[in-house]
């Protein structure tokens, strides 16, 4: 089971990565734990600076956008 993390404070593309990250692991059978981190204090913490950050089984994979459901897909296997 992954460790996912969507780091944000609740804005339009924090919320729709969490839903996409949901929908591609559905979609593809992969067991996920996801968590939304909106603490700034602990965004900052992953060394990400802007938002939407995404980390997987505690690397950060994306900072400042929302990857697309092919590289989710990816980044999830």
Not at 12 to 35: D, H, Q, S, T
Request: proline share 5%; aromatic share 2%.
């Amino acid at each position: 089971m992954k460790e996912v993390k969507v780091l944000g404070t609740g804005c339009p593309k924090c919320k729709k990565l969490a839903e996409m990250i949901e929908l591609v692991a559905r979609e593809n059978g992969f067991e996920i734990n996801l968590e939304k981190v909106t603490d700034m204090n602990k965004i900052v913490s992953y060394g990400v600076m802007m938002t939407p950050g995404l980390v997987i089984d505690g690397e950060v994979k994306t900072s400042g956008k929302a990857p697309n459901p092919d590289e989710l897909k990816e980044m999830l296997q």
